[in-house]
């Protein structure tokens, strides 16, 4: 079992910035954080792998940092250049593959609401 407590969501103006963490139990090969919007289906948003690998969305390419700390047990999503279409309940998800595909994440946390407005 793996438990997963996100936290650092908010409400900020377009353009701001806001960084998520996600406290694990532990931490497995693959990492993830996903987004679901009111009424859309959920979407990964980027992984990291136990090496440190990363993988993007494209929406999220170069706005958002995604990256782990092992010691602490500890992931986190630095997102910057917030736009209103960011807006939505983002999730961290623990799973042993690399994917953005939720379908290959075994553990999800409660979420944390971001929502940004214009």
């Known amino acids: 079992q793996v438990q997963l407590v996100e936290s650092g969501g908010g409400s900020v103006q377009t353009g701001g910035s806001l960084r998520l963490s996600c406290a694990a139990s532990?931490?497995?090969?693959?990492m993830a954080w996903f987004r679901q919007a009111p009424g859309k289906e959920r979407e990964g948003v980027a992984f990291?792998?136990?090496?440190?690998?990363?993988t993007y969305a494209e929406a999220v390419k170069g706005r958002f940092t995604i990256s782990r700390d092992n010691a602490k047990t500890t992931l986190y999503l630095q997102m910057n250049s917030l736009k209103p279409e960011d807006t939505a309940m983002y999730y961290c998800?623990?799973?042993?593959?690399?994917?953005?595909?939720?379908?290959?994440?075994?553990?999800w946390g409660q979420g944390t609401q971001v929502t940004v407005s214009s």
């Open positions: 532990r931490l497995t090969y693959s």
């Open positions: 990291i792998v136990t090496y440190g690998d990363t």
């Open positions: 998800a623990a799973g042993s593959y690399g994917s953005l595909r939720e379908t290959r994440y075994y553990y």
